[in-house]
């Protein structure tokens, strides 16, 4: 696969990124880790008044009614002399102009009990976000 500009990571970042590119009638295919992306924003009300990771869901319709390439996978290499991204599958695609838009993760402070079961980092990833509701639905105390 060949495209104009490669957006990795679709969640806000780089939606934004690709919406501007758009703009400028490129090809732009988008290649993210995830079934689907989070609001960000939103991941507070999972546990509170939404009780769902699926109403926190930001529609895909964002990227493919503006005719976006949507690959689902993760990039393990960007080669930038020869132009090439490999994914995790071992497809590759080839691009013009790569965009990182890989976000952050959570660090992990040095705070007693941490590590402790049921003390969660709040990665945005649906399935770890599923697995903090389950914990909450199924504990009798918080805190
Ligand atoms: C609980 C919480 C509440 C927040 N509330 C607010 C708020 O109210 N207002 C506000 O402005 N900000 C808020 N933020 C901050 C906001 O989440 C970040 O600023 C925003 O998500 C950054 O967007 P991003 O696209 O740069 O990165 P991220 O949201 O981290 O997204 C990066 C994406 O790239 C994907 N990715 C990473 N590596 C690869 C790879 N190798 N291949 C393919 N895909 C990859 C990831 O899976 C992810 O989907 C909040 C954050 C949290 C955790």
Redesign the pocket.
Known sequence: MRTNILV?????????ATLTSKQANKEVTV????KF?VV?????YIFGTLRSVEKDRIPDEVLTKNNVNLVI????DVDLKDEVAR??CDDNISFEKPVL??????SISPIGGVDLENVFL????PEHLSEILKAINECERIG
């Open positions: 990795i990571g679709g969640s806000p970042a780089g939606i934004v290649a993210r880790r995830g992306v960000p924003c939103g991941i507070p996978d993760v990039v393990v994914l995790r838009a890989i976000g952050s993760n959570p709040v990665y945005k990833d």
